[in-house]
């Protein structure tokens, strides 16, 4: 597979020279599959007579942090690679026009949009619809986004299987109401997630991922990941093998021991944060996630060491992390079976 990313480092190259350099080579390499011009100057000024062959393979595009071009310029840049298949606009300056664009790129499956300001529910209709193929969709920050353009992708994309809606401060989370059981991954730290909208977000029943963090001076039952909301994932996520739990403070007893008789199939728990969690959550885990291989927890957690000794007995093939690393408890372990082997 052919790959380009290109660069103008050379402090005597113009403007002009570099970017009629890049289409240049871009025409001359016909077989050309992945393109990374993120955070490059824009070249959309100094386009060839050729450019609209050389395009045709390309079917990964990196343009991240290119925040000069305008939705116009998207849009010619966009009908040149019409095989686009993953293409990374991160940090950009496009916009809800620019991603009407996207229509010339039917096979699009991978789309990240992180960090688009000016990204609307708007933008998100146009995007399923002309799109419908996406299974992967990243929108961590876009910030004017809600559950109506959620409920776009959710109703319009029937493949997707991985969503990222990390600091989308206004999804509560219903806008998955009624996702497909393809949906596999999702992202949803510092959100306002209401129960409704929790119960929305493990309804298709086929997550095997799932990241939530509570935001900042949470209101109560909305942006708090608490008991209620660790129960239902724990009954609604009967395939679930990695669950981060992040500054949940108010996961109680009862969301432990639901996570340990419930998630069967649980490998990855991240507990960084979880004040509540104490020896008898601990125990409660212990007692069941039996698939379980990594634990990473962290000095606010309310656990004695002499608890996590006992779970490590009990559970010896489970690897425990801190933030940091290995905790002190797998170092003697891992000592111990260098000397044994």
């Known amino acids: 597979m052919q790959k380009c990313s290109v660069s103008p480092k050379h402090p005597r190259i113009s403007l002009e020279i570099f970017t009629s350099v890049v289409c240049m080579l871009l025409v001359r390499f016909q077989n050309l599959q992945y393109l990374s011009l993120s955070k490059l100057p824009k070249i959309t000024d100094f386009v060839t007579l050729d450019s609209h062959f050389f395009g045709s393979k390309v079917h990964t595009l990196g343009l991240g942090y290119c925040t000069e071009y305008s939705d116009v310029e998207f849009s010619l840049i966009f009908s040149w690679f019409p095989c686009l298949r993953d293409i990374d606009l991160i940090h950009s300056s496009i916009t809800d026009e620019g991603l009407k664009a ?9 789309i990240n949009l992180s960090g688009c300001r000016s990204i609307t529910d708007k933008g998100l209709e146009s995007l399923a619809k002309c799109c419908s193929s996406l299974k992967e969709v990243r929108l961590s920050r876009c910030r004017r ?28 989370g219903t806008g998955f109401q009624e996702c497909p059981k393809t949906l596999t991954h999702v992202e949803a730290d510092k959100c306002r997630l209401q129960p409704e909208g ?42 679930l093998k990695e669950l981060i739990l992040t500054n949940c403070e108010d996961v109680q007893l ?16 991240t507990v960084y944060g979880c004040k509540s969690l104490c020896d008898q959550g601990l125990q409660a ?22 608890t996590l000794e006992r779970f490590k ?4 093939e489970v690897m425990i992390y801190k933030q940091n690393g290995l905790d002190a408890i797998d170092k003697e372990y891992c000592s111990l079976y260098s000397r044994w082997f």
């Open 102 to 110: 996207l229509e010339c790129c039917p096979s699009l499956q991978k």
């Open 145 to 172: 986004i809600t559950d109506s353009g959620i409920s776009y992708l959710i109703q319009n994309c029937c493949e997707l299987h991985s969503l990222s809606i990390d600091g989308c401060n206004k999804i509560n």
């Open 254 to 269: 009862e969301g432990w021991d639901a996570i340990g008789r419930n998630c069967e199939n649980l490998e990855r728990l």
């Open 198 to 239: 929790i119960k929305a977000i493990v309804s298709g029943g086929g997550l095997e991922f799932l990241s939530l963090e509570s935001r900042e001076l949470a209101e109560f039952e909305v942006g708090s990941i608490n008991t209620r909301a660790v129960i239902t994932i724990s009954k609604g996520c009967p395939l």
């Open 313 to 316: 007995r009990d559970k010896p």
């Open 285 to 306: 885990l212990d007692n069941g996630c039996n698939k379980l291989s990594k634990l990473c927890v962290d000095n606010k957690n309310n656990c004695r060491r002499s």
